[in-house]
């Protein structure tokens, strides 16, 4: 196979934004090094799903040949949108209402069948308002691009997801980062900052679950953290909320949060069979502010019919006899990988159904991700700039449906792509010396 361009000469433009007053200048860095990339046989990926999103998946590659393999890649935990009752509520959506909800929530195009998923949504995160968004994303981006401003301040952990992030460099406000999951840390962060700033608003921010190593914070501590230092609290339960925890409450179940965050943001695509995010506070007031002065609330369609059909329905399953039984399949599933890899000495750093191998060279997890293609296991390799330079992560979303008895496989063919990937790099790195 034609050598992995070199990442560190081939590809400035996606570390840091093009340069040139033209556009064939603005982009030639970044076409030229797709090229490489597609003369090296590691094209992006570029497939299209052509089937129901299961745990056996058929894409279309852009030069017309059909693969078919195990579903890694696809969002979709408690395998909830090939449901036969989440799909049959999406068409019965579908023939009374329509396809499309055809303005934002703020000019009316809210249906009323957000009310029962908003509804839904309150009773399993404790917070007694939500309000349906777009896109989990747009729910991130959009409550902390309403809340803070110019004179506010931000701490993000350092993993913290885009969307919070650059909600908050949109804004104006001062975005500053603590360690991971580091609670002292941030300690020392607010102490200074609110003496430095009494009059700022200061909004401490992460995820409930990290997807890339699976930690998670600790919420009651940083719930009084913040308390104590008079800032206000947003956690992304995206990655956690309905396919982990009792209930599938997530993280805020697992770690018994009685006193929750002031602000919850999070996606639908997980976990309850729909595109779409939500956002969920305690206070009334503080949801309709967010409602007022985000831009994803006022600009973007509101969520069509059938989609909250689906996710209400899903919602309903999530918290039944049988989504227990899934999460309990997710899990089997989880554990039975983990320990097929950790027999090949290799150690996934996430505990949840999102299972993260990380490597110190960015060829490793694109080589790795074309292998297992070959051999009918479609996972997703992440690079830079979405991981840190020099590294690459490929990342495999577990699912419910996904047969335990299939995985030690799986992990066979994991084990085997990942050392062609290491080997690849190693000659790249002997060439370079």
């Not at 104590?228 to 018994?256: F, I, K, N, S, Y």
């Not at 949060?257 to 976990?271: C, K, Q």
């Not at 994803?296 to 996710?311: E, I, K, R």
């Not at 599933?333 to 950790?342: E, F, N, P, S, V």
């Amino acid at each position: 196979m034609t050598p992995y361009p070199d990442p560190h000469t081939r590809r400035p433009s996606l570390l840091s934004p093009g340069s040139g007053a033209t556009l064939p200048a603005r982009v030639a860095g970044l076409a030229a090094w797709l090229r490489g990339r597609d003369a090296s046989g590691l094209a992006l990926p570029e497939a299209r799903l052509a089937s129901r999103v299961e745990a056996w998946m058929e894409v279309h590659e852009p030069d017309g040949r059909v693969r078919e393999g195990l579903n890694f890649t696809s969002c979709d935990h408690l395998g909830l949108c090939s449901h036969r009752e989440v799909r049959a509520a999406a068409a019965d959506a579908l023939a009374r209402f329509g396809p499309h909800s055809a303005g934002p929530a703020a000019a009316g195009g809210q249906h009323v069948l957000a009310e029962p998923l908003c509804a839904g949504l309150a009773d399993l995160t404790g917070l007694a308002h939500v309000t349906a968004m777009p896109s989990g994303w747009a729910a991130g981006y959009g409550a902390m691009r309403a809340l803070v401003g110019r004179d506010d301040v931000v701490l993000l952990d350092a993993q913290a997801g885009g969307a919070l992030r650059e909600g908050a460099r949109a804004a104006g406000a001062a975005v500053h980062a603590f360690r991971h999951t580091d609670l002292s840390h941030l300690q020392q962060r607010l102490v200074r900052l609110r003496a430095a700033r009494p009059r700022s608003l200061i909004v401490v921010a992460t995820p409930a679950l990290f997807p890339h190593d699976g930690a998670t914070p600790d919420l009651p501590a940083l719930r009084r953290l913040t308390r104590d230092h008079a800032a206000l609290l947003m956690v992304d339960v995206g990655q956690d909320l309905g396919c982990t925890g009792p209930g599938g409450r997530g993280e805020l179940g697992l770690q018994g949060v009685e006193d929750a965050p002031d602000l919850l943001v999070g996606s639908l695509a997980r976990t309850f069979a729909s595109n779409g995010g939500f956002v969920a506070a305690e206070s009334a007031e503080l949801l309709r502010y967010v409602q007022h002065y985000s831009p994803a609330y006022g600009g973007s369609s509101a969520l069509s019919p059938p989609q909250l059909a689906a996710a209400t329905r899903a919602l309903g399953i999530v918290r039944s006899a049988e989504g227990a039984a899934r999460r309990a399949a997710l899990q089997r599933a989880a554990i039975t990988l983990r320990t097929a890899l950790a027999r090949a000495w290799l150690r996934p750093e996430s505990p949840g159904p999102i299972l993260a191998l990380t490597f110190a060279h960015e060829a490793v997890a694109p080589v790795a991700a074309a292998r297992c293609g070959e051999e009918g296991v479609v996972a997703t390799p992440l690079e830079p700039p979405t991981t840190a330079r020099g590294t690459s992560v490929l990342r495999l979303h577990l699912m419910a449906t996904h047969e335990p008895a299939l995985l030690t496989g799986v992990a066979r063919i994991l084990t085997r792509s990942i050392e062609s990937g290491l080997q690849h790099a190693n000659c790249l790195a002997l060439a370079r010396d």
